[in-house]
């Protein structure tokens, strides 16, 4: 059974950095994709940070040069580092993991395992 558990969202100010951890368990960790989501109120959940079983990440538009993602094979454990925080990184963030499905593996519909979330929320 496959299970993620996301931790270390907060409240920062605009600028500040936050880490999160997602602990993965109950797959092979080389077979799945594995990233991280969000979702802001009133808004479709979009993808952040994914890395994909060769090792090539992918990180949205917004986010890149501030975000990075990365794997600790060794404890199973998921991170996304995010500096220089905005308001508009508000949201609640998700780990989520599955087979990399084709040229889609970035989209939030290919994946079938996701952890609880933790909201991050950035104030001005």
């Known amino acids: 059974q496959v299970q993620l558990v996301e931790s270390g969202g907060g409240s920062v100010q605009a600028g500040g950095s936050l880490r999160l951890s997602c602990v993965t368990s109950?797959?092979?960790?080389?077979?799945?994709?594995t990233g991280w989501f969000r979702q802001a109120p009133g808004k479709k959940r979009e993808g952040v940070a994914v890395?994909?079983?060769?090792?090539?990440?992918y990180y949205a538009d917004s986010v890149k040069g501030r975000f990075t993602i990365s794997k600790d094979n060794a404890k199973n454990t998921l991170y996304l580092q995010m500096n220089s925080l905005k308001p508009e990184d508000t949201a609640m963030y998700y780990c989520?993991?599955?087979?990399?499905?084709?040229?889609?593996?970035?989209?939030?519909?290919?994946?079938?395992?996701w952890g609880q979330g933790t909201q991050v929320t950035v104030s001005s």
């Open positions: 890395i994909h079983t060769t090792g090539t990440t």
């Open positions: 989520a993991a599955d087979f990399c499905f084709g040229g889609y593996w970035t989209a939030p519909t290919s994946y079938n395992h």
């Open positions: 109950g797959y092979t960790d080389s077979s799945y994709c």
